[in-house]
């Protein structure tokens, strides 16, 4: 991560996981190890180039582990490192946040059997 400087500790944190992915990627990760094909799967409509790039931004911030297996043919792994861990908490409040919202206002979600909503 560069030497970006911040106003606030909540502008740092929505820094290292904002954005329309990264969220998703964690949520994917919450319960255990996965290898990218697993993500790929998991998270609907999300590019491989996408994907490849929110994992390695979560990495260069340690909250993702990138684990290379020394095979052929290469097996990677990520998973949450300590840090991401303590991240679960947070965003499982924030979906139940978003069911609550959502049942309150009369919005539908098409839950994709790929989707990782529950």
């Given at each position: 991560m560069d030497k970006k400087q911040y106003n606030c500790f909540f502008q740092l944190a929505t820094d290292m996981i904002g954005g329309k992915w990264k969220g998703m990627v964690l949520w994917a990760l919450k319960k255990d190890v996965k290898r990218n094909g697993e993500l790929k799967r998991l998270i609907p409509h999300i590019s491989q180039?996408?994907?490849?790039?929110?994992?390695?931004e979560l990495e260069d911030v340690g909250i993702v582990e990138r684990i290379v297996y020394p095979v052929i043919p290469p097996k990677v792994e990520y998973?949450?490192?300590?840090?991401?861990?303590?991240l679960i908490p947070i965003l499982e409040e924030l979906h139940d946040w978003g069911k609550e919202y959502a049942v309150e206002n009369g919005i539908n979600?098409?839950?994709d059997a790929n989707c990782v909503i529950e």
């Open positions: 180039k996408m994907l490849t790039q929110q994992l390695r998973k949450l490192t300590n840090s991401g861990e303590k979600i098409v839950k």
